[in-house]
């Protein structure tokens, strides 16, 4: 799949911003006045940064606002609608926190799990897509919500849950690396199935659709080589998990918790970029790419 710049800031933006909302609801001691709004700026700048970014993905963005009425049937939509009630949500609790210090826990706890609920609806957007077996499995969803969480952990200063949640992020990327590896023959699809004449004999590809390139060449059959793939596996790794952790480890300084942040998110941004650009879609064996 085509790793479009916009859909991975989204990703990996949006996720950060619903995890630190998700913490920041379910804290007991919430932060009041200018340091909770410093707070809840950096979620919603985050949040609202990421769902705007990946507008920019679409051929006509100002049609977005009609993703919200496909909520019964798209993943899309679905997150759409997710989005704008966390948003509400803890923008309610937001303001009686910051500017009367009252905290109401109910509606924490409601955005807390909205905001969850909003990151794994954004996993199935591609979760659910048999056309991707590389995507097609629950670890996607575990994935998002588990490095949402541990983003926002870091930006939130819960150091104990940040590290452990990490190395959690780092045992299931890792998993999904390995599986994704195989999952495309694993699913059976070939170029006989995909043309259903596997029952005549043996199916090859006479000659390409045609000689230039189209939308689905474009979008769908990016390639990346193995050991390409690998080299950036290893550089996401130790910016998303190895670097965050052993900075959380060090006697605690500010300049160490922002590095830690700032890893993580470069680490992830190369995690995002393989997710997409790694995928096999099976238009693919039709051009001979898979």
């Known amino acids: ?81 997710a989005a704008v009630a966390t948003l509400v949500v803890m923008g309610v609790y937001a303001f009686f926190l910051v500017f009367f210090g009252l905290q109401i826990s109910i509606l924490g706890w409601i955005g807390a799990a ?44 819960r150091v104990l849950f940040a590290i452990n949640l990490l190395v959690i992020a780092a045992i299931i990327q890792v998993i999904w690396w390995q599986q994704g590896d195989t999952r495309f023959s694993e699913s059976g699809t070939t170029l006989a199935s995909a043309t259903g004449l596997g029952s005549i004999g043996k199916v090859r590809a006479f000659e390409p659709p045609h000689t230039g390139t189209n939308y689905l060449m474009d979008e769908f059959m990016h390639v990346v080589g193995r050991k390409h793939a690998q080299k950036l596996r290893a550089i996401a790794l130790v910016l998303m998990i190895g670097l965050p952790i052993l900075f959380l480890l060090l006697p605690f300084a500010h300049l160490f918790a922002l590095l830690a942040v700032v890893s993580h998110l470069a680490g992830v941004f190369v995690s995002r970029w393989l997710f997409f650009a790694e995928a096999e879609h ?9």
């Open 114 to 157: 909205l905001a969850i609920v909003t990151v794994y609806t954004t996993s199935m957007i591609y979760a659910q897509l048999k056309t991707v077996p590389r995507w097609n499995t629950p670890l996607t969803s575990a994935l998002f919500i588990c490095l949402a969480l541990a983003g926002g952990a870091l930006l939130s200063g």
């Open 1 to 81: 799949m085509h790793p479009a710049r916009s859909i991975i800031l989204f990703t990996s933006l949006s996720g950060l911003g619903f995890g630190l909302l998700a913490w920041l609801g379910i804290d007991g001691d919430a932060p009041t006045g200018w340091v909770g709004f410093i707070f809840f700026a950096i979620a919603y700048a985050l949040a609202c940064g990421g769902l705007m970014a990946s507008t920019f993905h679409l051929g006509h963005p100002e049609r977005a606002i009609k993703a919200f009425s496909q909520w019964r049937s798209s993943w899309l939509s679905r997150e759409g609608v």
């Open 282 to 290: 099976v238009v693919g064996l039709y051009y001979g790419k898979r």
